[in-house]
């Protein structure tokens, strides 16, 4: 009941707005279907694993990886699993 009417104020706030160009949003809840029909087709949805375009931008490099390992004693090849 409450992620229905998180969508639908999503929907109500974003959907065919012209003083909306673009709406960055960071959260935990993906944005899901309603039976057959897209409860907000508006939203191209990337998420760390599978980040598409953004990938030059969000994560870590190999580099800050293996410093963080150093950083907090772990091994490199069991974090890379």
């Known amino acids: 009941m ?5 969508l639908d104020f999503l929907q109500d706030l974003f959907k065919d ?3 909306v160009s673009v709406a960055y949003m960071t959260g935990i809840l993906p944005i899901k279907k309603y039976g057959t029909h897209s409860a907000l087709n508006i939203f191209d949805e ?4 599978s980040p598409d375009v953004l990938a030059p931008y969000v ?3 190999e580099e800050e990886v293996r ?3 150093n950083q907090f ?9």
């Open 2 to 6: 409450a992620q229905r009417a998180y």
């Open 17 to 19: 707005r012209s003083y």
């Open 46 to 49: 990337f998420s760390m694993t």
């Open 59 to 61: 994560g870590f490099t």
């Open 67 to 69: 410093g963080l390992c």
């Open 73 to 81: 004693g772990k091994c490199f090849d069991d974090v890379m699993m």
